[in-house]
């Protein structure tokens, strides 16, 4: 954002609390008899004290997601529905190409009893399942943290490691091959779903409105019934999901 954009960002900004202002100062002037509607205030990405989250710009974060603060977000990472990622009172570092999954949460120790500082840092290509919680420790890259697991203070998830799940997360065992090669699948396949959700979370407001009408209009009817009616249906191309995003619906072989 150059000079100019900034200047006008900053007016927009201004105009818009001058409103908000006006109208809490209308509403005391109203006393009792009066209608106010309530506006959420969230934020995606917030700041605190002197710190601002740095979300490259191919990351994908979830419109109901929470950053705040000293938090990092590499390329091509993805953080998901009601995710919490709180770096107040210390660092939290996620690389490249690492999903966290919808409401996680991750933050962080500003030290622990022995007084070692303990920010949060997660490597790239991990994948952390849905409702985890991470709180001043370290993934190494390539880890899995499984769905519901707790990861304390000062724990360390080395590369290629996977964590079943628990509270707190245990360690049971070591990957086979073919779990190795799962890890790396499961954040390709986050990083092309992430794509797939930003693309449709940036459409402005008309676009979604003529989709939904198209949708219904080429929604799936009973062929008997169309066959009746001698109608056709086919879904236009625009409204196909791209087969990277979901598994292989081929028909199978009669056997």
């Not at 002197?50 to 590499?74: C, E, L, M, N, R």
């Not at 499984?146 to 080395?158: F, K, P, Q």
């Not at 939904?212 to 191309?237: C, H, I, N, Q, W």
């Amino acid at each position: 954002m150059g000079t100019l954009g900034r200047a006008i960002y900053t007016v927009g900004f201004w105009i818009r609390e001058t409103g908000q202002a006006m109208d809490r100062l209308g509403s005391r002037l109203q006393g009792n008899y009066y209608f106010k509607e309530q506006l959420s205030r969230h934020r995606t990405l917030m700041n605190i004290f002197d710190k601002a989250p740095v979300v490259d710009k191919d990351a994908f974060v979830a419109p109901s997601a929470s950053i705040t603060g000293d938090v990092q977000v590499g390329r091509g990472s993805s953080i998901w529905y009601g995710c919490v990622l709180r770096g107040d009172v210390n660092s939290i570092t996620i690389g490249s190409g690492t999903n966290i999954q919808d409401h996680s949460l991750v933050h962080v120790a500003k030290s622990n009893l022995s007084g070692k500082v303990l920010p949060t840092i997660i490597g790239d290509n991990v994948t952390v399942g849905h409702s985890a919680v991470l709180h001043g420790c370290t993934v190494e890259d390539e880890a899995f943290v499984g769905m519901g697991a707790t990861l304390l203070d000062g724990v360390v998830v080395e590369k290629n490691a996977m964590v079943w799940g628990g509270n707190p997360a245990k360690f049971l065992r070591k990957l086979t091959n073919e779990e190795m090669a799962f890890i790396s699948l499961s954040a390709t396949n986050y990083a092309n779903l992430a794509q797939a959700h930003a693309a449709e979370n940036a459409k402005p407001l008309d676009e979604t409105e003529v989709e939904k009408v198209m949708r219904k209009k080429f929604a799936r009817r009973d062929e008997e019934y169309d066959s009746m009616l001698g109608v056709v249906r086919e879904t236009p191309p625009e409204l196909n999901v791209p087969e990277s995003i979901v598994p292989d619906k081929s028909p199978k072989a009669s056997q």
